[in-house]
């Protein structure tokens, strides 16, 4: 006998994130209501607004497989998980409340509990300025690479948010 689903509605942004990989990886998955389905025979109620809105936070994109069916993947290299500018942009319009640099150090101010956002938009944008961040709960260090300053770096992400 099959043991009945565990009712998980409370579940985390990150934690259904998660699954909804757990899923592609698992499985060819061809559509946003296939994963509503597998998360509804899970327990976890999730919306296609909502499950559309993980996929982009995530950088799956629909790629063609072996065979020349369509599903959804996750690169699996966080190089490879380039996401549209769009979507930075979209970010820091509404997530940055503040910017400062020094020499190759750019801070990033978020209302609490945003910077990991912040913070993983600018990694997948792909800049060759940017060698990573660092995430806390309302400020993203941003390290700028060595050919670049972090004045440059921080007066285009004023831009791009609107400061």
């Not at 025979?41 to 996929?55: C, K, M, N, Y």
């Not at 020499?103 to 990573?132: C, E, F, K, L």
């Not at 961040?133 to 921080?154: H, I, L, N, R």
Request: aromatic share 4%; glycine share 10%.
């Amino acid at each position: 006998m099959a043991e009945p689903a565990v009712t998980t509605t409370g579940l985390s942004k990150p934690q259904r994130q998660y699954r909804i990989a757990e899923y592609l990886q698992r499985s060819m998955v061809t559509s946003q209501s296939q994963i509503v389905d597998l998360l509804a025979a899970d327990g976890i109620e999730a919306t296609q607004a909502t499950v559309s809105r993980d996929l982009d936070e995530m950088g799956a994109v629909k790629g063609r497989l072996p065979g020349g069916e369509v599903a959804y993947v996750v690169p699996a290299q966080p190089h490879d998980q380039v996401a549209p500018a769009e979507h930075l942009r979209r970010v820091c319009r509404e997530w940055v409340a503040g910017i400062d640099s020094s020499d190759n150090i750019v801070v990033v101010r978020t209302p609490p509990g945003s910077a990991h956002m912040v913070g993983s938009a600018i990694d997948r944008a792909g800049w060759q300025d940017v060698i990573g961040t660092v995430a806390g709960d309302d400020t993203v260090m941003v390290v700028a690479a060595e050919a670049s300053s972090g004045g440059e770096v921080a007066a285009h992400l004023r831009a791009i948010a609107g400061l």
